[in-house]
Nanobody, 120 residues
Framework: QALLVESGGGLVQAGGSLRLSCAASERTFSDYPMGWLRQAPGKEREFVAAINWNGANTYYADSVKGRFTISRDKAKNTVYLQMSSLTPADTAVYYC?????????????WGRGTQVTVSS
């Protein structure tokens, strides 16, 4: 059973929006820092956004700052990534990740990823 499961990916036109969700299967993750990372074809995986255990602190890559918002619902044990003003450069597989202590990584637990494709 996967511990972290992403959903919400898909095909969207440039300028559009998507909201990704990451549902954790174990209650312990509700107190873990969590992050979103992405990997585009032929490129290394890169950090996108992270959130601390209680949601009070968030962190973003410069490339998504002002366009993406990370949030969490502890009651639902779910972390979200709201993405807006999407461009083709945002096309990638997006991964949810978690660690007991590290907010911006390295992460111990990983989801399987969800594909986001932005058409021009």
């Amino acid at each position: 059973q996967a511990l972290l499961v992403e959903s919400g990916g898909g095909l969207v036109q440039a300028g559009g929006s998507l909201r990704l969700s990451c549902a954790a299967s174990e209650r312990t993750f509700s107190d873990y820092p969590m992050g979103w990372l992405r990997q585009a074809p032929g490129k290394e995986r890169e950090f996108v956004a992270a959130i601390n255990w209680n949601g009070a602190n968030t962190y973003y890559a410069d490339s998504v700052k002002g366009r993406f918002t990370i949030s969490r619902d502890k009651a639902k044990n779910t972390v979200y990534l709201q993405m807006s003003s999407l461009t083709p450069a945002d096309t990638a597989v997006y991964y949810c990740a978690a660690d007991r202590f590290q907010v911006q990584g390295p992460y111990t637990y990983w989801g399987r990823g969800t594909q986001v494709t932005v058409s021009s």
